[in-house]
């Protein structure tokens, strides 16, 4: 079966620590795209990756970190630097950049305390 | 400044109504406009994606259309039925790929 996953689920993290998140398609897509959502604030785009070695800043980069060395995968950090980075994390891939539909993965809610 | 606006924040409707979702932007030189579903803790799922030459997109009981000169975009549901129920949001693309997403609609279909 194809599609997105992203791991872990949950992920509690003291205040002042790095972590990382996984995401992983075998959808065979070309760009990769991380969201934050907050509640009542819809999702807002971190990063985003149209290929292979190339990626660039969203909406809120700030206080993250991203790399793309594979097709594959698109592993986000969010560093210590990030003032608030308890919320629900989404990753997402799409085929072409303007008019394919975006696939979702089921997301990793980050509790940093 | 909210550039895609959803109303009502929150829906609630028997089994069986037909029901239309709201979705407004305010620029119109748009790509392509999706509506996607959400249910509780999980992630989205795409449902219909409007390309900016198009007014309309069907899949089963749902109807998209999209009128650019207006700024508005809806989603009209068929029949609803519980199982209908999440929260459904609309996104917008401009020529740089980027989505940017309304806050979303809350539906409750009560049985």
């Known amino acids: 079966d194809g599609g997105i996953t992203q791991s872990p689920k949950y992920l509690f993290r003291k205040e002042g620590q790095n972590v990382t998140l996984s995401c992983e398609q075998n959808l065979n897509h070309d760009a990769m795209y991380w969201y934050r959502q907050d509640p009542g604030q819809g999702l807002r785009l971190i990063y985003y990756s149209q290929i292979v070695n190339d990626f660039q800043k969203g909406d809120i980069a700030e206080g993250y970190s991203v790399s793309r060395e594979k097709k594959e995968s698109f592993p986000l950090t969010v560093t210590s630097a990030q003032k608030n980075p308890t919320a629900f994390y989404l990753c997402a891939s799409g085929s072409g950049p303007y008019n394919s539909p975006l696939h979702f993965g089921n997301g990793t809610r980050l509790t940093v305390t | ?111």
């Not at chain 2, 932007?25 to 579903?37: C, G, H, K, V």
């Not at chain 2, 803790?41 to 009128?67: F, H, V």
């Not at chain 2, 700024?71 to 199982?83: E, F, N, V």
């Open chain 2, 1 to 111: 400044k909210q550039e895609v606006t959803q109303i009502p924040a929150a829906l609630s409707v028997p089994e069986g109504e037909n029901l239309v979702l709201n979705c407004s932007f305010t620029d119109s030189a748009i790509y392509n406009l999706q509506w996607f579903r959400q249910d509780p803790g999980k992630g989205l799922t795409s449902l219909l994606l409007i390309q900016s030459s198009q007014r309309e997109q069907t899949s089963g009981r749902l109807n998209a259309s999209l009128d650019k000169s207006s700024g508005r975009s809806t989603l009209y549901i068929a029949a609803s039925q519980p199982g209908d129920s999440a929260t459904y949001l609309c996104a917008r693309s401009r020529n740089t790929g980027k989505l940017i997403f309304g806050q979303g609609t809350t539906l409750q279909v009560k049985p």
